[in-house]
């Protein structure tokens, strides 16, 4: 018998049939491996495998064949999963009813959307698996603590969906937090499965899953198959609309092209309509503003061509049913023409049906981002297929040097070059110092459990495997500062309970994210909701939502909502929010392909014409041979290949140091480039000047923060003291290792 049908037949007969009716003829090695962790080991499991590859029914098949063949489980909930999106969760809702329908498990979500009564059955009865968000499972913990113990009294199984996304960010921290609250409440530590698509580093990701559990984690190695994409890159200057740069959409594979396309004023747009026309395909975008531009644009040059409108659109700040009208229709598969333009919210592993092609405008952020995105296609027996496609502004005559180099195409062709040649994925994000999740967790717990004493309070948030790396005065200095604005008061007995400003707080259902939200207003059109912006424009003004423009009819500032009524037209949007966080290796793939003279099958005629011509640029400014480069008159140009952290620091050590090292007017772009001005003593000195500074003193992180600033970036740093602050932005922001060694 064979490792495979040895797991097999520990199946019920259930499963088994599930596997039959899907016409699987053998296990997958993932399936394998999942099965023996569950099956023969009492440690946590750390599942890692390509998109569509199996990974839900991998971990879910043992999990419930152990549930089912465990009688007395059926008076608690035994499973808990819980994913970052409520789009995620209603998805696999549906496929594991599917694998349930022959079971007496009983499966339900639990999230925002969810109604009352479907939640009330659960606390009347609890059993079977639970799906829920982090943030509604903070609201149980908080408002529910006393029915923990009762719902939760046999749980053998934590289940966290889409770790990578979770790793790092104060979201999943919570979550960590939230298992050890829990697993104090009941007495035990369930067993918990991480499951990921994208995961850099699977030794790190795996102690972050185990954290606090008291298990081991097996994180199996995922498989390395031979990579068969459909892949092509393609750039476009907006401004030239002529024949010569307007080219067919064109994907390469075992040597064949597809064709299709025409000319038009925008030939970037022209182009990615084209790739998706006729087909069922996702646009991502890297923000919410590009999304709805090339969203309102497709639908502009559909109605120029006389096409029909298949244009969706899905991102966080739209209505819960415009978000789920683009979901089920991309599902649909009787429905086989359907564009929907997304952020973020559709790279994670919902199931969206059988996809045609991926488009990305521009080039994701990280290697794993585009993974994601491009897994979203291939499912089902077909490969993955993205087309990425560049528009840039066409360069001015006398533009300096760094602004005629197209880092974005450059970063596009990295991210493909750092992936199918070394398989790199960007390892997790660790926070040392993460206070605003201290403050939030503090509130929780004591409006949870109430009132404790400082010592006992400390001692059960330091015991939080997110926060246990706190220094004790650090967590002592932001508990003073809670009790001195009256987050927290003392009692006559001196034990602390929530203070009137704090209940203020923790009374709003925003309370239960712990991610940076704001106040947005909501939109809506006659009897429909459209979604929400930031900030409200006056009666009879414009913007831009839902791929649409609006014109104001009516304000209620006090009820917070817009209404509008839609015209005509295009406009842009914006929201607050940043671009995220690059890796050095990143930069230093770039760096190759700038340098380098490999040729990229995958390039279109136009990248590839723009790719020759930055090369010669560089060439001729030997970019290659020094880092920095002298670009006319007083000003230099600094190329450091560093990724978002080290680059920050470098920076900010630059204008630290500027004084001593005859710089000024110190200026920079994303993190590939700084310039500055010096005369041209200074720039013959300034590498050797920077070396000596560093040699006798070192980069010390906290002394490049400025005289008085104080950084906020997550969503309680406003209620955190300035020194703590200051320490946390040099911890968890800045990174002087990779500068000292780039530079020296």
Not at 59 to 85: G, M
Not at 453 to 479: F, G, H, V, W
Not at 691 to 718: M, S, W
């Amino acid at each position: 018998m064979t490792e495979a049908d040895r797991i097999f037949s520990l199946f019920p007969d259930f499963i088994k049939e599930y596997i039959y009716g899907h016409g699987w003829c053998e296990l997958r090695d993932i399936q394998i491996s999942a099965a023996h962790v569950i099956f023969e080991t009492d440690s946590n499991l750390l599942l890692s495998s390509s998109t569509a590859s199996g990974k839900t029914e991998a971990a879910f098949f043992p999990i419930i064949s152990e549930i089912v063949s465990n009688p007395d489980l059926q008076d608690s909930i035994s499973v808990l999963y819980i994913a970052p999106l409520k789009s995620l969760i209603n998805d696999q809702f549906y496929r594991l009813d599917e694998l349930l329908m022959m079971s007496d498990i009983k499966v339900t979500h639990w999230h925002g959307d969810v109604g009352a009564s479907h939640k009330s059955k659960l606390l009347q009865n609890p059993s079977g698996i639970l799906q829920i968000t982090p943030e509604s499972l903070e609201s149980m913990l908080m408002n529910r603590s006393n029915d923990i113990p009762r719902l939760f009294s046999k749980l053998r199984y934590v289940v966290i969906d889409e770790i990578h996304a979770m790793i790092g960010e104060d979201r999943g921290n919570q979550v960590i937090c939230q298992l050890s609250r829990i697993a104090r409440l009941i007495g035990y530590s369930p067993r918990r499965v991480g499951l990921s698509a994208t995961i850099g580093d699977l030794k790190s990701a795996a102690e972050w899953l185990g954290a606090g559990s008291g298990r081991e984690t097996l994180a199996p190695p995922p498989p390395v198959n031979k990579l068969h994409w459909r892949l092509g890159l393609e750039h476009f200057y907006v401004q030239d609309s002529s024949e010569r740069q307007v080219k067919n959409p064109s994907v390469k594979t075992d040597g064949q092209e597809e064709r299709g396309g025409r000319a038009g004023l925008d030939p970037g747009y022209e182009f990615l309509y084209d790739c998706v026309a006729d087909r069922k395909a996702l646009v991502f975008s890297n923000s919410r503003e590009e999304t709805e531009y090339v969203t309102a644009t497709l639908r502009q040059i559909a109605k120029k061509r006389g096409d029909s409108d298949i244009f969706y659109i899905h991102h966080g700040n739209l209505s819960a049913s415009l978000r789920e009208d683009a979901e089920l229709t991309m599902k649909d598969e009787t429905i086989t023409t359907a564009v929907t333009c997304a952020t973020v919210t559709l790279e994670l592993g919902v199931d969206i049906g059988r996809l045609e092609r991926v488009c990305q405008v521009g080039a994701p952020t990280t290697v794993s981002g585009f993974l994601q995105r491009l897994g979203r296609s291939g499912r089902r027996g077909t490969p993955p297929e993205m087309i990425m496609v560049y528009r840039e502004d066409t360069p001015l005559p006398n533009a300096p040097l760094p602004e005629i180099i197209p880092w974005e195409l450059l970063r596009g062709i990295g991210i493909v070059e750092l992936y199918s040649t070394e398989r790199f994925i960007e390892p997790p994000k660790v926070k040392k110092m993460p206070l605003s999740l201290a403050f939030h967790q503090t509130l929780s717990v004591l409006a949870s459990g109430g009132e404790l004493t400082p010592k006992a309070l400390a001692e059960r948030i330091l015991s939080l495997p997110p926060l246990s790396e706190l220094d004790r005065e650090d967590y002592r200095i932001l508990l003073l500062s809670m009790i001195n604005e009256d987050f927290l008061e003392f009692t006559e007995e001196k034990t602390l309970i929530v203070g009137l400003k704090g209940e203020r707080i923790i009374n709003s259902f925003k309370f239960y994210a712990v991610f940076k939200d704001s106040e947005d207003y909501t939109v809506r059109s006659g009897s429909e909701e459209i979604g929400t912006i930031t900030t409200p424009p006056p009666v009879g003004d414009r913007f831009a939502l839902a791929g649409r423009v609006w014109e104001v009819i009516e304000l209620d500032i006090q009820r917070r909502l817009i209404f509008v009524t839609a015209v005509e037209g295009k406009m842009e949007i914006s929201w607050p929010g940043d671009g995220g966080e690059i890796h050095t290796k990143l930069l230093l793939a770039m760096k190759d392909v700038l340098l380098g003279d490999k040729e990229y099958p995958y390039l279109g005629e136009n990248a590839k014409e723009r790719l020759e011509n930055a090369r010669r640029v560089a060439a001729n400014a030997c970019v290659g041979d020094k880092m920095l480069i002298h670009i006319g008159g007083r000003s230099y140009v600094l190329f450091p290949w560093l990724g978002t952290r080290p680059f920050r620091t470098l920076k900010r050590f630059l204008q630290k140091n500027a004084s001593e090292l005859g710089i000024s007017d110190i200026q920079s772009e994303g993190c590939c480039y700084i310039k500055f001005k010096a005369a041209p003593d200074s720039a013959e000195r300034f590498m050797d000047n920077v070396r000596n500074i560093i040699d006798t003193q070192g980069i010390v992180e906290e002394e490049l923060l400025r005289d008085g600033e104080c950084p906020v970036f997550d969503k309680y740093d406003e209620y955190i003291p300035p020194e703590l602050l200051r320490r946390a932005f040099a911890s968890d922001r800045l990174s002087s290792y990779e500068v000292i060694e780039r530079l020296k």
